[in-house]
Nanobody
Framework: QVQLAESGGGSVQAGGSLKLSCVAS????????MGWYRQVPGKQRELVAS???????NYADSVKGRFTISRENAENTAYLQMNSLRPEDTAVYSC???????????WGRGTQVTVSS
């Protein structure tokens, strides 16, 4: 079906930047949107940012003005540029694809982002 390969993430000090990448492969025919959720143990999963095939973007209020999502449709790749990182951004970030073909989400394995104060 659809496989997602994530890269980026890691540890950074507050105020720093990181960039996440997500490449979708496999039986890709039509994707509605790509993006990232994040989760902290004991808390509900949160949508961080998404981008549709048409280029429309959506951000969590907590990251607006700091994070930028972009997408290369031809490459089935999405990027999340994270600037001015804060300790509260620490979480596991998971890439997703909203597939029109399969009418379901596909998920990456997740990557840890740790921001120290």
């Amino acid at each position: 079906q659809v496989q997602l390969a994530e890269s980026g993430g890691g540890s950074v000090q507050a105020g720093g930047s990181l960039k996440l990448s997500c490449v979708a492969s496999g039986s890709i025919f039509s994707i509605r949107a790509m993006g990232w959720y994040r989760q902290v143990p004991g808390k509900q999963r949160e949508l961080v940012a998404s981008v549709t095939s048409g280029g429309s973007t959506n951000y969590a209020d907590s990251v607006k003005g700091r994070f930028t999502i972009s997408r290369e449709n031809a490459e089935n790749t999405a990027y999340l540029q994270m600037n001015s990182l804060r300790p509260e951004d620490t979480a596991v970030y998971s890439c997703f694809v909203d597939s029109l073909t399969y009418r379901r989400y596909f998920w990456g394995r997740g990557t840890q982002v740790t921001v120290s104060s």
